[in-house]
């Protein structure tokens, strides 16, 4: 059976750290309370010459490094973000030009927090239907160009950062096993950016000075959605793969708060020794922060060959999915 392995991993952070403590000086919080609440200590922050784009390309650069692939190999190019490089054209065709990809199709993907694991279901689809054998997906985002620095209760949550794995056909038994996708667009007002599209454009009287161009979120209304939604989605892999929970050697979640992390892992019954959690580090980075994790997974040696590995994430839309795959 052909299969969609991943076959290389990479990613790439800002060097600049922002801490709890720097965010001190900025509004009204602490260390304690972001930490008992999030599980944040850090995130990374893009310098003024730094976009979307620079931490894909890197990130894209280290995976096929991994893979022993050439860009001129590649079939296709996925970008999952919402924070790319300009409205048009697709921040995956800078990142393609950067490459010198110059045979891969290329193209973004907006799913917010859940665009790379839906970019993972778009390759596994093209592979499957032999219209692609090598392609790149990717997450990236430099979300703090869109947080209020002013607003305590987003400023906290959210960094910059990007993720990016090498799919490529396999006949083996490694691979995805499956992918799965679902939308509730019945809560999208819950979160999401308000300014700079059709509705209230950029050149919209009131775009800046109510400042609609930051994004917005209903926090608690978000925390209960996610959690069940990631419970679900994480259940629909297990059951068509006729596996349980015991039989998932590494859970990689959306990093986006350690309490969603811990209550989908209670809720699936995975414990907290196999669900791997970077957040404390880079905090929430949207459709970066799985392909980021799995990078540092592997990196560190976490994923050995034979390993059934669940990803499962939620975002914006609402959109939610999950991915099972055999290392």
């Known amino acids: ?71 001129e190999e590649l079939d296709l190019i996925i970008l999952g973000t919402v924070t790319p490089d300009f409205p048009f ?24 927090c859940s665009g790379f694991i839906y970019g993972l279901n778009m390759a596994e689809a093209y592979i499957k239907s032999g219209m692609a054998r090598k392609v790149l997906v990717m997450g990236a985002e430099v979300l703090t160009r869109i947080v209020d620095f002013t607003d305590r209760n987003t400023c906290i949550l959210f960094g910059d950062g990007a993720g990016a794995v090498i799919v490529e056909a396999d006949s083996g038994g490694q691979g995805i096993l499956s992918s799965h996708i679902f939308t509730n667009g019945a809560h999208w007002g819950l979160l999401y950016q308000p300014g700079c599209g059709g509705r209230n454009p950029a050149t919209g009287p009131t775009t800046y000075s109510d400042k609609l ?28 793969n006729s596996v349980t929970a015991d039989d998932v050697s590494l859970l990689i979640p959306h990093q986006a708060n350690r309490r969603i992390i811990e209550a989908t892992g209670k809720r699936v019954g995975i414990p907290e020794d196999r669900i791997f ?29 034979g ?3 669940l990803l499962d994430a939620f975002g914006g839309g609402f959109t939610y999915g999950s991915v099972l795959l055999r290392w």
């Not at 054209?89 to 973004?108: K, M």
């Not at 161009?213 to 068509?240: S, T």
């Open 277 to 305: 959690v970077n957040l404390h580090k880079y905090g929430n980075t949207s459709s970066a922060s799985i392909p980021l994790a799995l990078d540092e997974a592997n990196r560190e040696g976490r994923l050995k060959s």
């Open 307 to 309: 390993d059934l590995v």
């Open 89 to 112: 054209p697709a921040t995956a065709c800078i990142v393609q030009q950067e490459l010198g990809a110059h045979h891969a199709a290329a193209f973004d993907l907006s799913a917010a």
């Open 213 to 240: 161009y930051y994004l917005r979120m209903e926090g608690n209304e978000v925390f209960k959605h996610a959690v069940r939604a990631m419970g679900d989605a994480a259940v629909a892999a297990l059951e068509h």
């Open 1 to 71: 059976m052909l299969r969609a392995r991943i076959t290389g991993t990479g990613s790439a952070v800002p060097d600049k750290v922002l801490t709890n403590h720097d965010l001190e000086k900025l509004v009204d919080t602490n260390d304690e309370w972001i930490t008992t609440r999030t599980g944040i200590k850090q995130r990374r922050i893009a310098a003024e010459n730094e976009y979307t784009s620079t931490f894909a390309t890197l990130a894209a650069r280290r995976a096929l490094a991994m893979a022993g692939v050439s860009p």
